[in-house]
């Protein structure tokens, strides 16, 4: 599926949905207060659809008029979702009090940065997570339209692609940085965790090329040094991808498997240096009241949710592994110079 909202004018809303099936006619509904009010199908044709391969006869965008919903212009509060997926197409809110930007919070843990999404929900008119596994074509034309203002978007996404997009379209990004062995840690947990994932046959293609990676977890003890090191030496490449200076490849590279060399770390730093806002999870509170004052927000500052024991005492165990400091070098002076300048600023 793929989609993006193109205007609201008050008496008629426009935007368009590509459904997975390629000879559906794409169709929406519409809800007010939680309530479903109508169903409105597209009833305009794109070529350009067609030519993308996307859709079959491009019959994608859809109007939402005053003859579906009559007294639409004075809705203060409704919302648009597709029919297949239940996907949020579109939210309308009263402007007073919304924070005005394009945000976008580009993930650099492993996990979604949750507590952060649900503190800045309420505050935007739209909001859309995960966007890592989003199409390129929408992620472009999201980060370009400048009808999407009051928007939030969230997820893991490599920079290099979309810096530019991010300047055409005025947005304001935004990075909380990990302790790098924390995050590998993190990393590891994740891979083990969906090993379950990985062994069934129905669901393993969720993993994509992970596959192999998260069955692989399992045959070693994470609380053994010595099958900690058999475990690095033995590891598929797409889980040494995911766990060699993650940051410094998300930040430098164009492809999540490009080879990372020195210069990686030089071009990591530059991209980390014209993000609008980065803050170090070892001061949490510092980046959220950060956020929050960037945005105009009034509202307490959250908490960060505990990293787990297992997690934490696994980073110990990697910190001692003398052959790992090449696996997060580079990391570790993106994330020691974060750590550093936010010290300065900020007292706990």
Not at 62 to 76: F, K, S
Not at 86 to 106: C, E
Not at 187 to 205: E, F, N, T
Not at 214 to 223: H, I, K, P, Q, S
Request: overall charge negative; some cysteine.
């Amino acid at each position: 599926m793929r989609f993006l909202h193109m205007s609201d004018e008050g008496s008629i809303i426009r935007g368009w949905v590509v459904p997975d099936d390629p000879e559906a006619i794409s169709r929406v509904y519409v809800t007010i207060e939680g309530q479903r009010v109508a169903e409105v199908s597209a009833i305009h044709a794109d070529p350009t659809f067609i030519q993308y391969g996307w859709h079959s006869t491009g019959q994608c965008h859809y109007e939402v008029r005053e003859d579906h919903i009559p007294g639409l212009a004075a809705i203060e509060r409704l919302e648009i979702y597709d029919v297949d997926t239940n996907v949020l197409v579109y939210r309308r809110l009263p402007s007073d009090g919304l924070a005005a930007p394009k945000t976008i919070l580009i993930n650099a843990h492993i996990n979604p940065e949750t507590v952060i999404q649900t503190a800045l929900f309420p505050h935007f008119r739209q909001c859309y997570f995960g966007i890592g596994r989003f199409p390129e074509e929408i992620l472009r034309a999201m980060f370009d339209t400048d009808t999407l203002t009051s928007c939030l978007m969230a997820g893991s996404i490599i920079l290099p692609r979309y810096e530019g997009h991010f300047v055409q379209g005025g947005a304001l990004t935004m990075m909380l940085v990990h302790d790098p062995y924390v995050e590998m840690a993190s990393r590891l947990m994740w891979l083990r965790a969906r090993a379950g994932i990985a062994a069934d046959p129905v669901q393993h293609w969720r993993l994509g090329n992970l596959v192999e990676a998260c069955a692989f977890t399992l045959d070693y003890d994470y609380t053994d040094a010595k099958s900690l090191k058999r475990l690095f030496r033995m590891m598929p490449e797409p889980a040494y991808h995911l766990l060699y200076n993650p940051l410094t490849r998300q930040l430098s590279t164009l492809v999540a498997d490009d080879r990372i060399a020195p210069g990686h770390s030089i071009i990591a730093v530059e991209i980390l240096s014209r993000m609008g806002l980065v803050g170090h999870r070892d001061y949490f509170e510092a980046f959220m009241a950060s956020v929050f004052h960037h945005h105009g927000i009034e509202a307490p500052i959250p908490l960060p949710l505990p990293i787990p024991n297992e997690t934490l005492a696994l980073a110990e165990q990697l910190r001692k592994l003398r052959f790992l400091q090449s696996w997060v070098e580079f990391d570790v002076v993106l994330s020691d110079a974060v750590r550093s300048s936010v010290a300065k600023n900020w007292e706990v």
